[in-house]
C-alpha cells in the first residue's frame, strides 16, 4: 500500500492538508511518500494547480482538500 501526497513548496492548501494528514498518517501507523510535482515536468503538467492530491495506489483519494471519511474508506 502506497499513500503519495502530490503537492508544491509554498503552497498553504498543500501545507494545511499535509498537517492534518501527518496526524492520521501518524495514528493509523501509515506510511507517506510526498511528492513535489514542481520537480517533475510530468507531474507539474498533469496537476498544475490542481494540488494537494492524495492517492493511494495511483488512485486519487482526495484532492485540494483533506478529506478523512474518504481516507479511512480507501484505506484496506
Do not use: W
Request: aromatic letters at 10%; glycine letters at 2%; a negative charge.
Amino acid at each position: 500500500m502506497s499513500l503519495i501526497l502530490y503537492s508544491r513548496k509554498n503552497c498553504q492548501l498543500c501545507d494545511a492538508f499535509e498537517f492534518e494528514l501527518i496526524e492520521l498518517v501518524n495514528t493509523l501507523k501509515l506510511k507517506i511518500e510526498k511528492v513535489d510535482v514542481d520537480s517533475f515536468p510530468d507531474l507539474q503538467a498533469l496537476y498544475g494547480n490542481d494540488v494537494p492530491v492524495l492517492a493511494l495506489n495511483k488512485q486519487i483519494i482526495c484532492q485540494h482538500f483533506f478529506d478523512q471519511d474518504k481516507i479511512l474508506k480507501a484505506l484496506p
